[in-house]
């Protein structure tokens, strides 16, 4: 099984990981009290809770919330975990320090000779922790996705946006969005960047293929094989052992951690798509669309071909393919012969 730990921000709690669990129902989603303020000592507590579920989990994801990111990246946990999600993370605590100085008119010499100062905005400076923070730079290679509030009045957008171009990481920005989701909308909106954010999507290596036509051939039996009948299942079968048919097909992979759980083939001369399955456990939750959306990518300004199945029709519809002819039966394959030539939708599936 895999593990989602929530790292909650400044007067936040560990309960707020129960708003993730229906976000990730394969995974046992825990948060953290860590019940300090301080980087060195919530990262000794965010690495322990890292180790301990590294040592019963599959995989670990982390999601970190404001300033439970920063302390998360303080506590070299980045070769422990899967994959991280930020919200409205505090990436650069020196910059957030020395304007809460400057706010507050005291200088370094005041801090380093009175070591804790009080503010009238409720926030204590430290030397102690200012010291730490320039002492200790930040280091991370997980993989990384940031959502951040257009109107954050903590984080500067080229703060955040700095972090990520340096660290490979992808930022989503929210138009209107705030340094803390807690609207309606807002909340939405972190739901739909998460469910489509947490699955990783790219091109397989030529070792994954493999695995990638098992899945095919699994999700086939359960879900299309009906529609097909015995000759239709076993032309079907024929396809996936058939190395003449197979030559030259790039394939695309979507992972839930480690787990392949879509896969998509397409023929990139004809720019012609030969295969498009998800796990059945993950239906109608965006991997179908991030597969096609990544392969889509690669080939901009081209149409792009497939013939739909019965059970994959709804889907292709919706996300902007057209019929280009009726539905046809050949060797006992029922299609509808589709293109592309752009638009866009962004159901489900």
């Not at 965010?46 to 970190?64: C, D, F, G």
């Not at 304007?99 to 926030?123: C, H």
Request: charged letters at 25%.
């Amino acid at each position: 099984m895999n593990a989602v730990l929530y790292i909650h921000g400044k007067g936040g709690a560990a309960a707020e990981a129960e708003h993730y669990k229906p976000l990730f129902p394969e995974h046992e989603v825990a948060g953290l009290d860590y019940n300090t303020s301080v980087p060195w000592e919530a990262g000794k507590k965010i690495r322990a809770a890292v180790e301990a579920l590294t040592q019963t989990h599959e995989s670990v994801t982390l999601i970190a919330n404001s300033i439970g990111a920063f302390f998360s990246l303080h506590a070299d946990i980045d070769a422990r975990i899967d994959k991280a999600f930020f919200i409205s993370p505090i990436t650069d605590m020196e910059a957030l320090i020395t304007g809460m100085m400057a706010q507050a008119g005291v200088t370094e010499r005041d801090l380093q000779a009175k070591d804790t100062i009080p503010t009238d905005f409720g926030e204590d400076l430290s030397w102690k922790y200012l010291c730490y923070v320039r002492a200790h730079p930040i280091r991370w290679n997980a993989p990384t996705e940031i959502l951040y509030g257009e109107r954050d009045t903590l984080v500067p957008y080229e703060t955040v946006a700095a972090f990520a171009e340096a660290h490979g990481a992808s930022l989503t920005v929210m138009p209107g969005g705030e340094h803390w989701f807690h609207t309606q909308e807002q909340l939405r909106f972190l739901d739909g960047w998460l469910r489509r954010a947490r699955f990783t999507v790219r091109p397989l290596k030529a070792e994954e293929t493999e695995a990638a036509l098992r899945l095919a051939w699994t999700v086939f039996t359960e879900f299309e094989s009906p529609d097909y009948g015995p000759a239709g299942t076993e032309e079907f079968r024929k396809c996936l052992h058939d190395e003449a048919y197979l030559a030259g097909i790039r394939y695309y992979g979507a992972f839930d951690g480690h787990t392949l759980i879509g896969m998509l083939g397409v023929r990139p001369e004809e720019c012609h798509i030969c295969f498009c399955f998800v796990d059945g456990a993950y239906h109608r939750r965006g991997v179908g669309t991030r597969l096609l959306e990544r392969m889509l990518a690669d080939f901009p300004n081209r149409t792009i071909t497939l013939n739909a199945s019965p059970f994959g029709l709804p889907f292709y519809l919706r996300r902007g393919f057209i019929a280009t002819d009726a539905e046809q039966t050949v060797n006992g394959i029922r299609f509808t012969p589709m293109k592309y030539t752009g638009g866009t939708n962004h159901a489900e599936h």
